[in-house]
């Protein structure tokens, strides 16, 4: 077992309207983001099925071919592996993702979509 306190855990700074903060365990990633508004992560993909949970502001994701999902403050998102998808934050938002199995190409230091 494994008692963590978020801030105790360092914040990274990915772009100037972008930071995270990231758990890693044996079979799953969480990351908590802080998207300014304006923020965008770019179109992507990975093998991983993804959780994305808004605990406050908006998000305007970006999947497949063109359809749309607007994420608020206490609604989710499922996002299936290998499905292409963008994120643009419309207000200041902050948002949780669980990711499994976990985001090897992270701990990697392959996230340059992020960035």
């Known amino acids: 077992m494994k008692h963590v306190l978020w ?46 949970t808004v605990t406050q502001g908006m998000l305007r994701f970006e999947l497949g071919d063109g359809e749309q999902v607007i994420l608020r403050a206490g609604e989710s998102l499922v996002i299936p592996p290998h499905l292409p998808h963008s994120v643009v934050a419309e207000e200041d938002t902050d948002v949780t993702d669980v990711f499994s199995p976990r985001r090897e190409d ?10």
């Open 7 to 52: 801030k105790e855990v360092s914040t990274e700074t990915l772009t100037g309207l972008a930071s995270r903060q990231v758990l890693h365990t044996e079979t799953m990633t969480v990351a908590r983001l802080e998207l300014r508004k304006g923020a965008v992560v770019g179109r992507h993909s990975h093998g991983n099925e993804q959780i994305s």
């Open 106 to 115: 992270w701990i990697r230091g392959e996230d340059a979509y992020l960035r």
